[in-house]
């Protein structure tokens, strides 16, 4: 088995030259055919994606919803410039925008101070009217009359109009069929913010915010667009330039580019025949992969223009020009050059290529859907970067000019002055390390797991700047549902029940994060109030369930259509449905209000039976808790396969999890900075361990396969084979690091809180990465597989003006 990988190695390289013309049209056939999947492709703008379908949260919220329908709505603030809701202007706004707001695509209710539903009492009757009467909006006595109502009714304070009258409000509840979820918020978005457009052309003096679930959802939407439209591209032009600096030469970043393109393609297209559906962290997937595919394209260009140095000639070949034994020359310095880098780079890109998609795999551990389908599109296109970049890029180069590299290169001499120096330096660089990495992890609980959904966006997005006006100025955007269940039939009008509901209301308004509380027992109590005259001493809950029972049915008989209490109240009246409004919050923050809350339904309330918690809010709380769980299992998972991976391929059980020391190392490295700079960690970074854990092997893997080869066919010390190998593959594991850098650090550039942080801390632990790789590795090796009664570096000739040294008993020519 072992001889036929190495004669497949050795004869790989020269079957695709001689075939090239038709590998380059097969695997661009290939491309096109996987790229077409994209047609297939479906965005979505559903923020429930980001639960699984057995996530506890999402199935409450989805129960509550069955019970009393759904809350998607588009909420407008109505903001006059004198800062007065209840001004002639700001009503006539209001009151216009209230009637147009039915004409919404998808609407079933509009609430607003407009056509809130006043109850006056009239004789031993009720009168149920719309609070604004717009006829009568010139007399300032109505409208004080109306400002009073306003501000004292609960219903409204704090949801319809602002606590000090400023704002006002407009909630429009709509009910998307959900055949094609992205279309409809999109129709439902476009046509509210033009709405809003025409407030302020006929209304001026007056502006309006446009937030709401729908709005929220389809921002999730522009943003992965927006992704996919700047650093798609601008990720492709800084690593265009980074190459063409690094390689200096135009003819290998081509083919380097064209390669990478490709499998960006593929990846998208296979996603989209495989069903996986973009959504705001897949839609980053293009950038990464964009970014780790360079990595195998740039280790087999790097050691291709290193076998066609002048001084690298086919004589000296096993004298140290590549470190390895060639295969049958041809007198051909390029094709001699491809298929020796072929040759020494077929095994570790395999490997980079199989514990990277590995590591990306091991993201459909996630809670996280949207996670799971960016580790897929990412790990289809390493696995399509493999493919190509050992037969597309080697028949590309062969027919492409490749500019010969001076033997003097000063970067080769200052990567060999580094392994000397790392040599020399071993055990104070080993000890420090070592010591660096202890105190840093040690900063890793200082990481706080905590996220705040509203800051998923950045200020530049309109949604989040018009959401934080809204939470500062008139009501929360976080919401909380809870089902209070009463037990029996008709049980909601019971005394006892509708205190305990009663007391619950009271016990929310007083916690420092609520804004407001929408409760069915502030409708009985103004109903009791009406009925006895509009006497402010009867503002309380009705004496009996018969007159609860009665006031509740002449209230829903008078209540105009579209304005009912179903969204409050369920069908057989077992139970009724309680909404917080809460100010932003944290995730941690929503988890402790939340338990509090129930905490207290169990001590406080015996008459409601069963309380359930729900709403969008809730389940992006917990999420990032439940993530990381399965995230832990995930990582576990494939460092377990990635173990035997390089253990199975290294021959070794010693090297293959002496190995594993410099991966394991730089995401805690990464994970303790961060600790000290920024101290959070959200649901998206759950996942940079896991994600990281198959890129940081990649450069290890090529350290050790260098090695390897010059201890097993140059026969080399171990401190030798550590020379060999920074001067070998020592310049590429910089250059792809650089490259992978610059690709996250484009990727953090994204409005999208959950990408942009993702990016920071990939490219950081990726740099940590690096060191790792240069200064722990190196002294690792020396110390367990050094050769018997080997106690120190071996004398060696100093090294030549461009890096290269002798192995001892031989002299480089």
Not at 59 to 68: D, F, G, K
Not at 458 to 468: G, M, P, V
Not at 469 to 476: A, D, H, Q, R
Not at 521 to 528: A, E, G, H, K, Q
């Amino acid at each position: 088995m072992i001889r036929s990988t190495h004669e497949l190695e050795s004869r790989l390289g020269g079957w695709i030259i001689d075939l090239r013309w038709p590998i380059i049209a097969v695997t661009l056939a290939l491309a096109g055919i996987a790229a077409s999947g994209t047609a297939f492709l479906d965005f979505s703008a559903d923020s429930r994606l980001y639960a699984s379908s057995d996530n506890p949260q999402r199935r409450a919220s989805e129960a509550i919803e069955h019970t009393y329908g759904r809350s998607h709505n588009v909420f407008f603030a109505i903001v006059p410039e004198d800062r007065d809701a209840t001004s002639a202007l700001a009503l006539q706004a209001t009151a216009w925008l209230t009637e147009r707001s039915w004409t919404v695509p998808y609407a079933t209710r509009v609430d607003s101070l407009a056509n809130f539903q006043h109850v006056t009492a009239d004789g031993d009757d009720i009168v149920v009217r719309d609070l604004v009467d717009e006829s009568a909006l010139g007399d300032a006595d109505e409208r004080s009359r109306i400002r009073g109502i306003a501000l004292a009714e609960p219903r409204l304070a704090g949801r319809l109009i602002a606590r000090d009258g400023g704002v006002g409000g407009i909630s429009v509840t709509v009910h998307l069929p959900g055949e094609d979820e992205m279309l409809e918020g999109a129709r439902v978005t476009a046509f509210a913010r033009g709405l809003a457009g025409e407030v302020r052309e006929r209304f001026p003096g007056v502006d309006v915010r446009v937030t709401g679930l729908v709005v929220f959802n389809q921002t999730f939407v522009e943003v992965s667009l927006n992704d996919l439209k700047i650093l798609v591209p601008a990720t492709f032009a800084a690593m265009t330039l980074m190459l063409v600096f690094l390689t200096g030469g135009l003819s290998g970043t081509f083919a380097i580019m064209l390669v990478v393109a490709l499998a960006v393609m593929t990846a998208v297209g296979l996603g989209g025949w495989a069903g996986l559906p973009m959504t705001p962290p897949a839609a980053i997937a293009p950038v990464v992969v964009l970014t780790v595919a360079i990595a195998s394209c740039v280790h087999i260009f790097s050691s291709l223009v290193q076998a066609m140095r002048s001084d690298a000639s086919p004589a000296n070949w096993d004298r140290g020009g590549s470190a390895s034994l060639p295969p049958a020359l041809t007198g051909d310095p390029k094709r001699d050059a491809i298929v020796e880098s072929l040759r020494v780079n077929l095994q570790p890109v395999f490997l980079a290529c199989l514990t990277t998609a590995l590591g990306f795999l091991s993201m459909n551990f996630s809670e996280v859907p949207p996670l799971r389908h960016m580790g897929t599109f990412a790990a289809f296109g390493v696995g399509a970067a493999f493919v190509f970049s050992v037969t597309l890029l080697p028949a590309l180069l062969s027919l492409l000019p490749i500019r010969m590299r001076a033997a003097g290169d000063r970067r080769d001499a200052a990567m060999a002055a580094l392994g000397e120096f790392v040599i020399r330096r071993r055990r104070v660089l080993g000890w420090g390390v070592g010591a660096l990495a202890v105190a840093l992890v040690v900063s890793i609980p200082r990481n706080e797991l905590n996220d705040v959904f509203l800051h998923y966006f950045d200020e530049s997005i309109e949604f989040r700047r018009d959401a934080d006006f809204t939470v500062e100025n008139l009501t929360g955007i976080y919401t909380m549902d809870y089902s209070l269940d009463s037990g029996t039939p008709e049980g909601i009008t019971a005394p006892a029940y509708l205190s305990d509901v009663a007391a619950f209301a009271e016990w929310y308004r007083r916690q420092p994060e609520t804004i407001h509380v929408n409760v069915v027992t502030d409708t009985f109590r103004r109903l009791n109030m009406s009925m006895h005259g509009d006497d402010p001493a009867e503002y309380r809950l009705p004496a009996s369930q018969e007159l609860a029972a009665q006031y509740l049915l002449l209230y829903e008989i008078s209540l105009p259509v579209g304005l009912d209490l179903n969204n409050q109240i369920d069908v057989d009246r077992t139970a009724t449905r309680m909404t917080v409004a809460t100010r932003t919050l944290s995730s941690n923050e929503v988890i402790a209000l939340d338990r509090r809350a129930l905490r207290w339904l169990a001590d406080r309330a015996p008459r409601i039976v069963r309380a359930e918690s729900a709403g969008d809010t809730l389940m992006f709380a917990y999420l990032g808790r439940r993530n990381i769980i399965a995230m832990l299992i995930g990582t576990t998972v494939a460092l377990v396969g990635i173990s035997f991976i390089l253990v199975i391929a290294l021959r070794s059980l010693r090297l293959g999890f002496a190995s594993l020391v410099p991966n394991l190392v730089p995401g805690a490295l990464g994970f303790g900075i961060w600790g000290l700079t920024v101290g959070e960690v959200g649901v998206s970074l759950s996942m940079v361990t896991a994600m990281t854990l198959g890129i940081m092997v990649d450069d290890t893997v090529h350290f050790l396969s260098k090695y390897r080869r010059a201890r097993r066919e140059l026969g080399c010390t171990s401190p030798d084979a550590v020379r060999v190998a920074f001067r070998t593959v020592g310049r590429a594991l910089l250059t792809t690091s650089l490259v992978l850098v610059a690709g996250f650090v484009v990727v953090s550039l994204s409005s999208f809180e959950l990408n942009a942080g993702m990016g920071k801390l990939t490219a950081l632990v990726i740099v940590m990465a690096l060191a790792a790789d240069f200064f722990l590795l190196p002294p690792l090796l020396m110390k367990v597989d050094a050769d018997a009664g080997e106690s120190g570096p071996p004398e060696l000739d100093p090294p030549r003006p461009d890096g290269e040294f002798a192995p001892p008993g031989q002299e480089l020519e």
